[in-house]
């Protein structure tokens, strides 16, 4: 256990500052003992881990519900853990999707709208609202009357949707080859934007917004505008867990769980600290519960699609060798050991050292006195360690999209396309992924 001592005069204000604005945090501090605080961080932690959240997803038949359950929980259609999809209507009752590394996270397959008469109230009665946190519907042509229908109900009961505008690569592909002299991909997806808007209008739905989706390339056109609303709409407590099941298809998507993981890394690390500390072997003063680190680090590079499964899925959609796929994302250490755990304690401890002299300097943390070091040395490891599974992900996005040899068309650097190749190997844009 750390021997330091830190002065405790610390405002609450500046511990708010420095950790980033939390009540909780508040909360704990005052209540002053530090394996009750690390209890509380502890139930803190597990519940922003583990929020539950269900997402029902419905629109049209045909219209790529199926393929969106997938694509969203980063699946290909061939996935053993894969809602069906097809040309034949498939979906036809609710059916709940947990998603594979987080299965708090549960996306219901919902069956299909749009006969002539269809009755919004009656499908809703059928599907039961309250059991989502919001809807998604989608449809793969313009809008129509059920459509702004259903959505003016789900406003009636106060639940939030998302419309999506699927298939906009059809659109593109036959745009651009019908009309190739006068081709804009971006005036082609302005005409479907404004269109989908003005039926929807038509159809009763004040102030609509309509992401447009291909379901095979999830990383373009609008996703991430989507995940963002999506997560900036969300309870606050469920946005956290939301974020980290969302797939690795564009640096935005990247960035912001790096984001929500760095502004809980001073829970992870005072948990770490303050319940069941063992001597870490080889690291003088530290002390900690090195499973968890253990844990936490594996979780980090399951968040980024860094695990071996992801790996394996990620090789199988792109069609790129294996141990390609692993080079880019570090292979051998896609396996977080307890070696690994010390080593990388045993480098934090030396940046950890200043870090806890300016601490001491602010003054600070005279609650956290008996683990201090400690304290500073994981917060220290779990920064380092985050940013390098960052990296390993940009690696790992921009090599899926180099390597693509098939789609020579694909012009966007922010995304890598679900499955069936990666991107047109234009080197110049895959850089600016790295930007
Ligand atoms: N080109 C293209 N095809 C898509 C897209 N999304 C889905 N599809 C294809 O459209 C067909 C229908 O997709 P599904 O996901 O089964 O549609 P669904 O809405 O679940 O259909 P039902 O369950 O029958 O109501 C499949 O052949 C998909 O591969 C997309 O964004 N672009
Ligand atoms: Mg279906």
Redesign the pocket.
């Known amino acids: 256990m750390a021997s330091r001592v830190f002065p405790s005069s610390l405002s609450q204000s500046k511990i708010l500052k420095l950790w980033g604005d939390s009540s909780t945090l508040k909360g704990v501090f005052e209540a002053g003992d530090m394996s009750a605080v690390a209890t509380k961080l502890q139930a803190t932690l597990y519940s922003l881990e583990n929020a539950r959240l269900d997402v029902g997803i419905t629109?049209d038949?045909?219209?790529?519900?199926?393929?969106f359950v997938n694509a969203i929980r980063g699946l290909g259609d061939e996935d053993p853990k894969s809602a069906y999809?097809?040309?034949v209507?498939?979906?036809v009752g609710p059916t709940p999707y947990a998603h594979p590394k987080y299965p708090n996270v549960v996306i219901w397959?919902l069956p299909?709208i749009g006969a002539p008469t269809f009755q919004a109230e009656k499908y809703l009665q059928r599907v039961l609202p309250a059991r989502y946190d919001f809807f998604i519907i989608i449809s793969s042509e313009s809008f129509a009357a059920h459509h702004a229908q259903l959505a003016c109900e789900l406003r009636q009961c106060r639940k939030r949707f998302y419309l999506i505008r699927?298939?906009v690569?059809?659109d593109i592909t036959a745009s651009r080859s019908r009309r190739p002299s006068t081709f804009s991909e971006e005036r082609v997806l302005s005409q479907i934007r404004d269109d989908c808007c003005r039926r929807l209008e038509a159809g009763g739905l004040q102030d609509p917004k309509v992401f447009l989706?291909?379901?095979?390339e999830l990383g373009k056109y609008d996703f991430h505008l989507l995940s963002e609303m999506m997560v900036k709409e969300l309870e606050s407590h469920k946005q956290h867990a939301f974020l980290q099941a969302l797939p690795n298809v564009s640096k935005p998507i990247l960035e912001k769980k790096a984001a929500s993981l760095r502004q809980h890394i001073w829970l992870v690390a005072a948990v770490a600290s303050g319940i069941n500390p063992s001597p870490v072997p080889g690291v003088r003063d530290v002390a900690c519960d090195l499973h968890m680190l253990i844990d936490s680090l594996q979780g980090y590079r399951c968040s980024f699609g860094l695990d071996k499964d992801s790996l394996a899925t990620l090789a199988g959609q792109t069609g790129q060798a294996l141990h390609k796929i692993l080079e880019a994302a570090q292979g051998p250490e896609t396996q977080v050991t307890e070696a690994l755990v010390v080593e990388r304690l045993g480098q934090a401890s030396r940046d950890a050292s200043a870090f806890t002299q300016e601490l001491l300097n602010v003054p600070i943390l005279g609650t956290l006195a008996n683990c201090g070091i400690s304290f500073a040395t994981i917060y220290q490891m779990l920064h380092m360690s985050l940013d390098e599974a960052v990296k390993d992900a940009q690696r790992l996005l921009l090599q899926a999209f180099l390597d693509d040899s098939e789609h020579e068309d694909w012009e966007d650097p922010g995304s890598v396309p679900r499955q069936g190749g990666a991107g047109g190997g234009k080197e110049t844009q895959a850089l600016a992924l790295l930007d």
């Open positions: 629109g038949t045909g219209s790529g519900k199926s393929t999809t097809g040309v209507e498939m979906t397959d299909g699927s298939k690569d059809v989706l291909s379901m095979f």
